[in-house]
């Protein structure tokens, strides 16, 4: 099926699940979400795959078991891309993210050792200019309060050397187009715009190495 955007009623949905997230609403509501919620996202995900990889849909379920909040079902629907990339829709309308969000313990050494260098981390900080021009947002994950060991908090990059993690991320508020084929569009646009950050992540961190 080719992609035609969601429904606005596909964002009623999350307003509704927002407000009666119990497994009534879920239940007298799945058929909707899977023609008009999942099937959208499934197209999209297929349309983006000769470019970006083969992507996949996150199931709808939250993991409660130690979390306070004991509401059953994401008030979202999350997809990711292997070749990179993040898809997120809610009742606020669409969100795409990239990069690394979480890196484990070797990573976190290789990106820090990146940033404190003098030439690689120059080049970054002129990616996230580029990437803030284009009204891309870049942003880290449970950043520290202050500098990591071994670390000057008087570092030039410091704000980035506290960073867990690191992406670009772009919010689109619901609108007409959203329910159109303009909605691929703007997520192409946000990937490509990412992928010299991206790039920068896969050359100075990659991947987390087998032994970790």
Known sequence: MTFRGWPVEALEFYEGLSADNSKTYWTRHLPFYEEQVRGPMLELLAALEPEFGPGKVFRPYRDVRFSKDKTPYKTHLGAWLEGGGYLQLSADGLAAGSGYYQMDSGQLDRYRTAVANDVSGTVLLGLIADAEKAGITVTGRDTLKTAPRGYPKDHPRI??????????????????????????????????????????????????????
């Open 159 to 212: 704000e980035l050397l506290r960073h867990k993690g690191l992406i670009t991320w772009r919010e689109w508020p619901p609108a007409a187009w959203l329910g159109t084929a303009a909605a691929k569009t703007r997520v192409v646009d946000f990937l490509r715009a990412g992928l010299p950050l991206r790039h920068w992540l896969d050359d100075q961190v990659g991947p987390p190495l087998a032994a970790e």
